[in-house]
């Protein structure tokens, strides 16, 4: 079991996803987070909180509503393990293969990962989420 929207739920709470498809997301509240697996790859979406938000690092290609959002991989960039949302000392994402952790937004703050959860490409408009990609580095 993981702690999900605050609730603690099974792990097969995990929704597909299709490129170009758009799934609803308008039931995530602020600081929680949905698993998606899109073509058998693990994808989480965490819906920031406000002070979130406001302490996220800008991102250039980010829009203002986009802002509330992360959508990443949940492969580890260490060695391609699975990791777990909601977990590690930093409330993000931990790989338990090896050890990593990253924060809410994606970043490794603890190895042996060396770089981020790749950003998914996607667009979020209407409390819909479409993915247009597999993850990109």
């Known amino acids: 079991e993981v702690m ?3 609730n603690v739920e099974a792990l097969e709470d995990v929704r597909i996803a ?3 498809v758009p799934v609803s997301v308008d039931d995530i509240a602020p600081g929680g987070w949905r698993h998606f697996e899109l073509e058998g790859s693990p ?4 819906r920031l909180t406000p002070a979130q938000v406001a302490q996220r690092p800008h991102l250039a290609a980010q ?3 986009d802002r509330e959002w992360v959508v990443v991989s949940g492969i580890c960039t260490h060695m391609g393990c699975r990791v777990v949302a909601g977990l590690g000392a930093y409330g993000g994402f931990a790989c338990f293969c090896h050890g990593s952790e990253y924060d809410v ?3 490794v703050r603890h190895g042996p990962a060396a770089h981020d959860l790749p950003t998914v ?3 979020i408009r209407d409390g819909q989420l479409t993915l247009l990609a597999a993850a990109t580095e």
């Open 18 to 20: 299709e490129i170009g």
């Open 121 to 123: 490409p996607h667009t």
């Open 4 to 6: 999900h929207d605050g």
């Open 105 to 107: 937004y994606g970043r």
């Open 63 to 65: 829009d203002a509503t």
């Open 43 to 46: 994808v989480f979406v965490r």
